[in-house]
């Protein structure tokens, strides 16, 4: 058995599953999301509890079964809890600002760069309190994604980063919130020998 696809899934309360043919869509609380699984793969939920079973032990099925597994448990998180991944604005001037289903960015370029809502995601742009010391010394402000489906939130932080990544000499750009950036040394002024 794939050790990932044999753990069964638990259903919290107020989570459901419905089996329609290859097509399993898991409802909660905070919305709906859908999946198809492949037909060598069998999904069974009884009291609460979602199992898998594959047709066979081929290699290709093996990965299927942890794969369908795992993409089912990150459906059911994300209809009961949702998930959330916050980014840093790091730099003198750079801003961020909602315009309606837009977000408008201010990151150093001659121009603002308009950045587009996808449907199924929420921001939330939170500014430092100049009061309170951070680590980050030029944080203009934290932006917040929020969402049920863990490869949509993924997908448009990852976006909204490739945006202005952090150069490697002040750090300056867009950055998730435990990222390291490793910084380099910049010119030495050469010391004239006498």
């Known amino acids: 058995m794939s050790k990932i696809g044999k753990e069964p899934i638990p259903l919290p309360d107020g989570v459901e599953l419905k089996i329609s043919g290859r097509l399993h869509t898991v409802k909660g609380p905070k919305g709906e999301l859908s999946q198809?699984?492949?037909?060598?793969?069998?999904?069974t939920a009884a009291d609460g509890i979602v199992t898998l079973t594959r047709a066979n032990d081929e290699k290709s099925v093996?990965?299927?079964?942890?794969?369908?597994?795992?993409?089912?448990a990150n459906m059911v998180i994300g209809v009961s809890e949702g998930y959330e991944k916050?980014?840093?604005?790091?730099?003198?001037?750079?801003?961020?600002?909602?315009?309606?289903?837009?977000?408008?960015?201010?990151?150093?370029?001659?121009?603002?760069?308009?950045?587009?809502?996808?449907?199924?995601?929420?921001f939330e742009i939170n500014k430092p309190d100049p009061q309170q010391k951070s680590e980050f010394r030029n944080m203009q402000s934290q932006i917040v994604i929020k969402g049920i489906d863990k490869q949509l939130v993924g997908q448009v932080t990852a976006n909204l980063r490739a945006l202005k990544r952090p150069e490697p000499y002040k750090g300056k750009g867009i950055r998730y919130i435990n990222e390291y950036v490793r910084k380099k040394a910049g010119k030495q002024v050469a010391t004239a020998a006498a």
């Open 36 to 43: 198809e699984v492949d037909e060598r793969i069998t999904v």
């Open 62 to 72: 093996r990965s299927l079964h942890g794969l369908y597994r795992a993409l089912l």
């Open 86 to 122: 916050t980014l840093l604005l790091i730099g003198i001037g750079f801003a961020a600002e909602m315009k309606g289903r837009k977000m408008l960015l201010h990151l150093g370029f001659s121009h603002p760069v308009l950045f587009e809502l996808p449907d199924g995601i929420d």
